[in-house]
């Protein structure tokens, strides 16, 4: 979905997101200065064809209680991992984390969290045509609204709630346990007891 008007109003709501999330995590203010660097010189960041590093959007998918998070056995990349994928023009980062989390899972969510969850820059290797680039991701905290049942999508090989505190059964990924750490931090105030 391609937004109309000047690349200033595209990236508006994200550069807006990006300075309360630096104000919250200080000490990622080298990934944050990456983020407004891609948006400043390269326009066409939201396309997956920008090779300089790409936006995507990805899900922090918990169940109705925030006990548990969905992850993907990602297909292509042979990981557990968060759901999420490719923003192709969407200049809104959290509708591509949802709209990406109901394509990839069958469930219908919504946002449980305006705000950043998490930001991180990974390398993905060259494949096909694709020389290597940069995901540059963008994470939300996004909730179940219809329960646990889940559908696997062509992307992934599985999918599986797995209690956060177990998270090291399935994946040594740091940004995932960063994620879980700010996501517990957090469910107090979004899971009222």
Same mark, same amino acid.
């Given at each position: 979905m391609r937004s109309p008007g000047p690349p200033s109003a595209r990236i508006e709501p994200l550069t807006d997101?990006?300075?309360?999330?630096?104000?919250?995590? @200080?000490?990622?203010?080298?990934?944050?200065?990456?983020?407004?660097?891609?948006?400043?010189?390269? @326009?066409?960041?939201?396309?997956?064809?920008?090779?300089v590093g790409h936006l995507t959007g990805a899900a922090w998918l918990v169940d109705p209680t925030g006990r548990d998070v969905l992850l993907?056995?990602?297909?292509?990349?042979?990981?557990?991992?968060?759901?999420?994928?490719?923003?192709d023009g969407d200049p809104h980062t959290a509708a591509v984390a949802l709209r990406e989390a109901e394509e990839e899972s069958g469930l219908a969510v919504e946002l449980l969290w305006s705000e950043i969850l998490d930001l991180?820059?990974?390398?993905? @290797?060259?494949r096909g045509d694709d020389p290597g680039h940069f995901h540059f991701d963008?994470?939300?905290?996004?909730?179940?609204?219809?329960?646990?049942?889940?559908q696997v999508s062509d992307e992934s090989h599985d999918l599986a709630w797995v209690p956060i505190d177990a998270l090291d059964a399935y994946t040594t990924e740091p940004s995932i346990r960063r994620m879980a750490d700010k996501f517990l931090a957090l469910r107090g105030g979004l899971f009222p007891a």
């Open positions: 997101q990006l300075a309360r999330y630096a104000r919250r995590f @200080p000490e990622e203010s080298a990934v944050v200065e990456r983020f407004r660097r891609l948006l400043a010189e390269h @326009p066409n960041c939201f396309e997956r064809d920008c090779w993907t056995h990602h297909r292509k990349l042979d990981a557990w991992l968060q759901l999420g994928g490719h923003c991180d820059v990974h390398a993905i @290797p060259e963008v994470r939300y905290i996004v909730v179940s609204r219809s329960g646990r049942v889940y």
